[in-house]
């Protein structure tokens, strides 16, 4: 078991910055692919940015150049750098956690989400 809690979301102006954190706890963290995942009102969730154990890194189109993900599996704890930050930036994020074990399906865990609103 796997439990995901997100924080630093909030309000902020466009162009400015936040930092999202992800602390995990209940399992080995270096055993998973970790991710930031966001939803808008009346979207699809869609993938941000996926980090592995070995730090290679996938970013949606749409925040590359602006958002760095990164991971410390010592401290089980994944964060989020958003800078230059969009009204279309404005969601729910929600940290994730993916197993893909040799035998057996896969296992998923989501955080609770942290609202993150660029607004004026």
């Known amino acids: 078991q796997v439990q995901l809690v997100e924080s630093g979301g909030g309000l902020v102006q466009p162009g400015g910055s936040l930092r999202l954190s992800c602390a995990a706890s209940?399992?080995?963290?270096?055993?998973?692919?970790m991710g930031w995942y966001r939803q808008a009102p009346g979207n699809q969730r869609e993938l941000v940015a996926s980090?592995?154990?070995?730090?290679?890194?996938n970013y949606a189109d749409s925040v590359k150049g602006r958002f760095t993900i990164s991971r410390d599996n010592a401290k089980n704890t994944m964060w989020l750098q958003m800078n230059g930050l969009k009204p279309d930036d404005t969601a729910v994020y929600y940290c994730?956690?993916?197993?893909?074990?040799?035998?057996?399906?896969?296992?998923?865990?989501w955080g609770q989400g942290t609202q993150v609103t660029v607004s004026s």
């Open positions: 209940g399992s080995i963290f270096s055993m998973y692919v």
């Open positions: 994730n956690a993916r197993r893909y074990p040799l035998i057996g399906a896969m296992v998923n865990y």
């Open positions: 980090i592995t154990s070995a730090d290679y890194t």
